[in-house]
Structures are given as structure tokens and as C-alpha cells.
T-cell receptor, first 117, second 111 residues
Framework: GAVVSQHPSRVICKSGTSVKIECRSLDFQATTMFWYRQFPKKSLMLMAT?????????EQGVEKDKFLINHASLTLSTLTVTSAHPEDSSFYIC?????????????FGEGSRLTVL | LAKTTQPISMDSYEGQEVNITCSHN???????ITWYQQFPSQGPRFIIQ???TKVTNEVASLFIPADRKSSTLSLPRVSLSDTAVYYCLVGGYSGNTPLVFGKGTRLSVIA
């Protein structure tokens, strides 16, 4: 199946700094990617939909100026957590739909664990 | 998007068949039912998807009654490595529609 890769898998940063997380579709093109965050023992929460060549669509309650999403190419979407604070510490997961006629499956990255000190 | 309800947790012994039922009373005509598995600190992994009746693949079966208001994921002869959280999701067939995750079912398999 299709592979979605995230980098870095783990990152620790100081409060106030910005962190960029990359999401790549390795063997297929993805005009759309989805970003989720997950707190310990909780379910995944959809943050935003990343669209290649246009602005991302954010879910209600997600600050677009804090979580900057850029979908610069058909295989790369990035999430930048700006001025990170400890409450932003979470597991961030991206996903992309399979290529082709309605595969009906979302492929998820391995996730990126952010710890803000 | 249709809301789903699953048991919060389940326990099973190794080698047993596990059935996890999901309720989705407000499922729309165009909605498909998809199940994902998630291990700690990993992204979810697709298990199976169906629209009606029964679907079977190499890892699981999915039973969907005629009214489609519920579905049951069946895992045959579970092993310790099947310990994970299982999510039932309902949504459009097109992969361009984001999936909204419910709380999932935490399955613990014990020896």
C-alpha cells in the first residue's frame, strides 16, 4: 500500500520556539492531506485539511496562526507549530488518501511526538 | 458526519475470536464503514472497509446488517500483538473526505 512518512518522529523544543513537522507521500501524489493531533489515551482530533496550492482548511477551535500548514507540492505538507508552549505537546499525525479512483482508505504517517519544555 | 459509539474497552484471551460492535444510527446512504487499528505512538492502520453485508480480508471480517445502523468487526484467534485501539469510522467513500475519529475501543489480549 501507499506510504506516508513523517519527520521528525520525535522533537523536543523550548517554549517559545517554532517547530516544523513534515509529511510526505512517498510513492503517490496527494493533493489533500489531513493533520490530526492526539493527546495521551485520547482519540485523534482533526486539526486541518491541507490542500496543495491553496490555503488549508482549519477545524473550529484550531488557531491557523499558531499551526501553520503549507502544502507546497503534491508529495509534501508541513505543519509548523509557532511559538510552542507546553500545552502544544502532543502526538501529531498526518494522513493522505490513496491515489486513484476512490480507494476509500486513508494512509497515516508514523506520527511526530512534540514535547515542549 | 455520522457519530459512532463503541465500547470503551474489551479484554480477550489469546486464541479467542473478538467481536467489536459499533453503532452508527445516523449513517447516510453514501457512507462507508471503515475500521482502523492503532498501536501506541503509531499512526492508525487500515483494517477493513465495507458498505453492507459481509466483507472479509486476511486479517478481519466486517459484518453489516441490512439497516446499516451498526457494524461488527470480527478478529479471529487474536494474539497478544492484536492489543491496540480499534476505531470505527463512518464517512464518504472518497478518500478526500477527512475521517472523524470517535473514542475507539481499547482491546487488551492476555495470555
Amino acid at each position: 500500500g501507499a506510504v506516508v512518512s513523517q519527520h521528525p518522529s520525535r522533537v523536543i523544543c523550548k517554549s517559545g520556539t517554532s517547530v516544523k513537522i513534515e509529511c510526505r507521500s512517498l510513492d503517490f501524489q496527494a493533493t489533500t492531506m489531513f493533520w490530526y493531533r492526539q493527546f495521551p489515551k485520547k482519540s485523534l482530533m482533526l486539526m486541518a485539511t491541507s490542500n496543495e496550492g491553496s490555503k488549508a482548511t482549519y477545524e473550529q477551535g484550531v488557531e491557523k496562526d499558531k499551526f501553520l500548514i503549507n502544502h507546497a507540492s503534491l508529495t509534501l505538507s508541513t505543519l509548523t507549530v509557532t511559538s510552542a508552549h507546553p500545552e502544544d505537546s502532543s502526538f501529531y499525525i498526518c494522513s493522505a488518501p490513496g491515489q486513484g479512483a476512490d480507494t476509500g482508505e486513508l494512509f497515516f504517517g508514523e506520527g511526530s511526538r512534540l514535547t515542549v519544555l | 458526519l455520522a457519530k459512532t459509539t463503541q465500547p470503551i474497552s474489551m479484554d480477550s484471551y489469546e486464541g479467542q475470536e473478538v467481536n467489536i460492535t459499533c453503532s452508527h444510527n445516523n449513517i447516510a446512504t453514501n457512507d462507508y464503514i471503515t475500521w482502523y487499528q492503532q498501536f501506541p505512538s503509531q499512526g492508525p492502520r487500515f483494517i477493513i472497509q465495507g458498505y453492507k453485508t459481509k466483507v472479509t480480508n486476511e486479517v478481519a471480517s466486517l459484518f453489516i446488517p441490512a439497516d446499516r445502523k451498526s457494524s461488527t468487526l470480527s478478529l479471529p484467534r487474536v494474539s497478544l500483538s492484536d492489543t491496540a485501539v480499534y476505531y470505527c469510522l463512518v464517512g464518504g467513500y472518497s478518500g478526500n473526505t477527512p475521517l472523524v475519529f470517535g473514542k475507539g475501543t481499547r482491546l487488551s489480549v492476555i495470555a
